[in-house]
């Protein structure tokens, strides 16, 4: 089953809100209009025996009920003010009951039939041949002798009334609430209005638009935002869409290049028959370039993992020290086939622990060094230091990779954390990597809480700093606790 849209839905909760307050208000209106009519006709009955009672009283000392009876019939059967009138004597027989009553059998008040006189004044409704009549019972007490009292007036004008509101109000509910859910749907309508816009411009933005930006909305409401944080969302893909596209074009670039020298030194050796030195020779280049390829593509896969988040580092306490010595030993048999000097200085005399994958710092450790390596001139000198400083109350590990190579400009220094940028882009393949090592580089430091700088000048050597968080040994877990982030 459909939902309802919520421009539907809006208008039907309008409706029924609305019609349950009409309800309440009619009704209300309803019974402050009986009890307000009520009270004049109450008014008018207490008028009524107020009049009876001062007759009563105006009569002569010492008359008796059947004098009573005399006078009061004489005054009251004339005047229109008796017709719904009825007075009892203490023991309930009657004193005056007027024609009205008598023909239509009013029965007299309970209390005049034995039960002694009310206390207090009571209302009553009655039907008394077929009319709506509406009686006060009162006790008079006046020389010495005690009267009930029924006075009446009629209800017809009061029910008149009250029916003429009750229809006027159930004529004009339909036609209200036709109005008001016409109103509701419309008000609804034009308020989501912008939501449709909405709806309709995300649907047209796909992967070959992704520039598009919805409809800026100046209302300052929750719409608003809405699109607002929707653009914003947007900016954020196409940042990430054009980065991978951008990767997923470089990568192909970089892996077309080894193939076509690949193909083109296997094309040449075969075009005629050459001695096995030659073909030899060509195997070679061939087996070199493949190396370099297979660097390539570890380095692309490390990145697509890094990307999609599926790379896990595997944490462990590591002394830095140690790690950094044997990096440098492993290192300076290709820095002094380079013609270069390659040193370890450390000034913290004891140990240097961080958390870290152990495997991963080596490698960020062999990119800079290859890098020192590749871009400083023979009988350059590369120094690996340690330091440890308090930052903040932070303990940091920085592990410094300088040379007195060709060294970066200011402006290209931070460029060269972009995947595949090379300062010097003409410079042959064999020289220069890919341009992707110090993007991994930058990618592990920082997935190990930490970041890395470059010092540098043209021909003036560079200096890359690494900082880690170092933690003190007595609060490092055991050595085999392994952590997986
Ligand atoms: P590559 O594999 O090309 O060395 P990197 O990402 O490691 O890629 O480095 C990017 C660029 O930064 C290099 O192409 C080089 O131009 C420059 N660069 C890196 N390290 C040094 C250094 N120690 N001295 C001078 N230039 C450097």
């Not at 229809?167 to 034009?190: E, F, K, Q, T």
């Not at 064999?430 to 930490?450: M, N, Q, S, T, Y």
Request: with cysteine.
């Amino acid at each position: 089953m459909t939902r309802l849209s919520i421009g539907w839905r809006l208008t039907l909760w309008y409706l029924a809100i609305f019609a349950l307050g009409q309800f309440a208000f009619g009704a209300g209106m309803w019974l402050v209009l009986r009890h307000h009519l009520v009270s004049l006709v109450d008014k008018n009955l207490q008028d009524q025996a107020a009049d009876v009672r001062s007759f009563l009283a105006a009569q002569k000392k010492n008359a008796d009920v059947p004098k009573f009876q005399e006078e009061v019939a004489e005054t009251y059967a004339e005047e229109h003010a008796g017709e719904y009138l009825a007075i009892y004597a203490s023991n309930g027989g009657p004193v005056y009951v007027s024609d009205f009553l008598r023909k239509n059998s009013f029965a007299p008040p309970v209390s005049a039939s034995g039960s002694g006189p009310p206390s207090k004044d009571l209302y009553e409704d009655r039907e008394v041949g077929e009319r709506h009549l509406r009686f006060l019972q009162s006790s008079i007490n006046t020389h010495g002798l005690t009267f009930l009292i029924a006075t009446g007036a009629p209800m017809k004008e009061v029910r008149e009334t009250l029916r003429a509101l009750q229809n006027y109000l159930l004529l004009l509910a339909p036609l209200v609430l036709m109005i008001s859910a016409i109103g509701g749907h419309w008000l609804s309508h034009r308020a989501l209005a912008p939501v449709d816009a909405l709806t309709r411009t995300a649907r047209n933005i796909s992967g070959h638009n992704l520039s598009n930006r919805l409809e800026k909305l100046d209302t300052g409401d929750e719409l608003q935002r809405l699109s607002d944080t929707l653009n914003d969302m947007l900016d954020r893909i196409e940042k990430v869409f054009l980065r991978i596209t951008q990767f997923t074009a470089d990568a192909s670039h970089e892996l077309r290049t080894p193939i076509s020298l690949m193909r083109t030194e296997a094309e040449v050796a075969l075009r005629r028959a050459r001695d096995s030195h030659a073909y030899r020779e060509a195997l070679q280049h061939i087996l070199n370039e493949t190396e370099r390829t297979s660097v390539l593509i570890e380095d692309l896969l490390a990145l697509a993992r890094a990307d999609s988040g599926s790379e896990s580092l595997k944490l462990q306490p590591v002394e830095l020290g140690e790690l950094l010595r044997d990096c440098v030993q492993g290192w300076q048999t290709h820095a002094v086939r380079a013609g270069h000097e390659l040193a370890f200085h450390s000034d913290d005399a004891g140990q240097v622990w961080v958390v870290a994958d152990e495997s991963a710092l080596r490698r960020v450790l062999a990119i800079l060094l290859d890098n020192a390596v590749k871009y400083t001139p023979p009988t350059g000198h590369i120094d690996v230091t340690l330091e440890v400083t308090l930052d903040d109350r932070e303990r940091r590990a920085v592990v410094s990779v300088s040379d007195s190579g060709i060294g970066i400009s200011a402006e290209e220094q931070s460029k060269v954390f972009e995947r595949f940028y090379r300062v010097d882009k003409s410079r042959g393949r064999a020289a220069g990597g890919a341009g992707l090592g110090l993007a991994i580089a930058r990618w592990i430091v920082e997935r190990h809480g930490g970041s890395i700088t470059i010092e540098s000048a043209p021909d003036n050597g560079s200096k890359f700093s690494v900082q880690i968080p170092a933690v003190p040994r007595s609060v490092l877990p055991a050595p085999e606790g392994i952590v997986q982030t």
